[in-house]
């Protein structure tokens, strides 16, 4: 074909339309449209416009630990609550809480730092109660329960 300069009027239109079909068809093959959708693609409102996708927002399922959730497990899990009564105290279920602490190791992490906390309030107590009240019957206590051997 020619170049389009130098064509006019009819001519002109033809190369024009000869250029879109074998463009569109060159798309066809690449995204396996067919003729009928054509009209479809040109009236489509583009990503990111009025009515279209929010491509700000974001996509799939809500996330059902948020941090609120997160903060109330670790509350319910410091006052000495198990997994089951801090799941249900939060309001999620033991399935999203084990997914999402197999998923997430900073939240494994945290969960697993606030199950120990109240253990260890108990020992601090438990040192408090040997070290300066120098109380001999909760040391005895301590020690049978600590070392096995201090009983033979």
């Not at 997994?83 to 900073?106: F, K, M, N, P, S």
Request: proline share 4%; net charge positive; glycine share 6%.
């Amino acid at each position: 074909m020619a170049c389009p300069g130098a064509h006019t009027g009819r001519a002109l239109r033809f190369y024009l339309l000869s250029r879109t079909v074998l463009a569109f068809r060159q798309i066809s093959q690449v995204y396996r449209l067919s003729v009928r959708q054509l009209p479809g693609l040109r009236s489509a409102t583009p990503v990111g416009q009025n009515g279209a996708m929010n491509t700000t927002k974001p996509m799939g399922r809500p996330m059902v630990i948020t941090n609120r959730v997160s903060d109330a497990l670790e509350l319910a899990l410091r006052h000495g609550y198990g997994v089951a009564e801090a799941c249900r105290w939060a309001g999620i279920g033991r399935t999203a809480y084990y997914t999402h602490l197999a998923r997430d190791e900073a939240f494994a992490r945290r969960m697993a730092a606030a199950k120990r906390w109240l253990c260890i309030k108990a020992l601090l107590i438990i040192h408090d109660a040997i070290v300066i009240d120098r109380d001999s019957e909760i040391a005895k206590w301590y020690l049978e329960r600590r070392d096995p051997a201090f009983m033979r």
